[in-house]
C-alpha cells in the first residue's frame, strides 16, 4: 500500500511536521514514541507529517534499515503524505548552502583533529585567519561572531547556547567529504517547508547551531517541540548505541496502547485490543501536547 494514498495531500495543509530516522538499525522504543508524538502533533493540528531518511552519512547506514523503519510506521498505522525523502540523494542541495556560505565569508578550512581539541570545552578558533590548506584533508567551520541564540521551545522552554564560551565556531562540511547533520537538517527542513519541529530533547543543544544556520542562509525558523527521551531503570537513552531492542511488529495495537499513557492519555480498557488504527485516530482526536513535561520518561 502506497501510504502517500492515506494521508492528506501535504501541499493543501499550513501545518507541516517531520520525522527523520537515521537508518543505522531497526526502530526501537524511544524512536517509535517520537514518530508516534510528531504524527499526532501533525495530524491534530490538521497538518501534514513527513518522512526524511537521514542517510547523509552513508557508511553509518545498516543495508535495509530504511525499508525497515519504513515498514514499521506502517504497521503502526503511521502513515506519511508525499515520497519519503533521503539525504544521500540531497548532495547538491547541501553543496549549494555550503557554497552560500562560502559567499559571504562565513567559511574556513579547518584541519584539526579531535586528538588537537580534547583538551577545549569549545572550539577556540585555531584555523581561523590561516591560509586555506588546499592539499590536505580539512573540515569547513561556520564562523561564530558572540552569537547567543535562544529557542523558545514548546515543551523545554527558553534555551540559551552562548556561542564563544560554549560552542565556538562549529562544523558544516566534514573532512571525510559529508556535509554535517546541522546543516543538513537545516537545508532539508526549509525545503520541505517544516513548520515545527518535534523530536528527542537528546537534540535540544543542536537547535541554536540550527537556527544560526537559518539566519545565515535567510531560512525561516520553524517552532520547536523537544520531547522527553525513553530511559531504562539506570537512566540511560534507549538507543541503538546502548542495545535497545528493536519494536515488536507482531502485536502493533498492544504496543501502542502501552505507548499511549507515556503521552499523557488515559487509554479506556475496551481500547486495549484495538487495531492500532482505531488507536492512532483515537489519539489524535484527543492530543494534548500540554500532557507532556520533562526531559524523561522511565520505562520498566
Known amino acids: 500500500m502506497d501510504p502517500a494514498r492515506k494521508a492528506s495531500n501535504a501541499h493543501d495543509l499550513p501545518y507541516r511536521g517531520r520525522f527523520a530516522p537515521s537508518p543505522t538499525g531497526p526502530l526501537h522504543l524511544g524512536s517509535l514514541f517520537t514518530a508516534l508524538a510528531s504524527y499526532l502533533q501533525a495530524r491534530a493540528h490538521g497538518g501534514a507529517w513527513l518522512i526524511r531518511i537521514d542517510d547523509v552519512d552513508c557508511a553509518r547506514s545498516v543495508p535495509g534499515a530504511a525499508d525497515a523503519i519504513l515498514t514499521t510506521l506502517e504497521r503502526f498505522s503511521l502513515f506519511w503524505d508525499g515520497a519519503a525523502v533521503y539525504q544521500s540523494q540531497r548532495t547538491a542541495h547541501y553543496q549549494s548552502a555550503v557554497e552560500r556560505l562560502s ?68 562544523i558544516v562540511w566534514r573532512s571525510d567529504g559529508i556535509h554535517a547533520y546541522h546543516l543538513a537538517t537545516v537545508v532539508d527542513d526549509a525545503e520541505a517547508g517544516i513548520t515545527e519541529v518535534v523530536r528527542g530533547v537528546d537534540l535540544l543543544e543542536s537547535t541554536p547551531r540550527q537556527v544560526l544556520l537559518q539566519r545565515a542562509l535567510n531560512f525561516h525558523t520553524p517552532a520547536y517541540l523537544h520531547l522527553p527521551v525513553l530511559v531504562d531503570k539506570a537512566g540511560i537513552k534507549l538507543s541503538k548505541q546502548t542495545g535497545a531492542a528493536p519494536v515488536d511488529l507482531r502485536k502493533p495495537g498492544e504496543l501502542l496502547y502501552s505507548l499511549l499513557p507515556l503521552l499523557g492519555f488515559s487509554p479506556p480498557s475496551e481500547l486495549s485490543d484495538a487495531p492500532a488504527d482505531d488507536l492512532v485516530n483515537w489519539a489524535v482526536a484527543g492530543w494534548d501536547q500540554g500532557r507532556l513535561h520533562g526531559k524523561a520518561i522511565e520505562i520498566g
Open 103 to 170: 559567499a559571504q565569508g562565513r567559511l574556513y578550512a579547518c584541519t584539526c583533529t579531535r586528538k588537537n581539541l580534547v583538551q577545549w570545552p569549545r572550539y577556540p578558533g585555531l584555523c581561523r585567519g590561516r591560509p586555506n590548506p588546499t592539499a590536505m584533508p580539512h573540515a569547513l567551520r561556520l564562523i561564530t561572531e558572540g552569537e547567543v541564540v535562544t529557542v523558545l521551545d514548546g515543551l523545554q522552554g527558553a534555551y540559551s547556547q552562548d556561542f564563544d564560551r560554549e560552542v565556538g565556531d562549529f
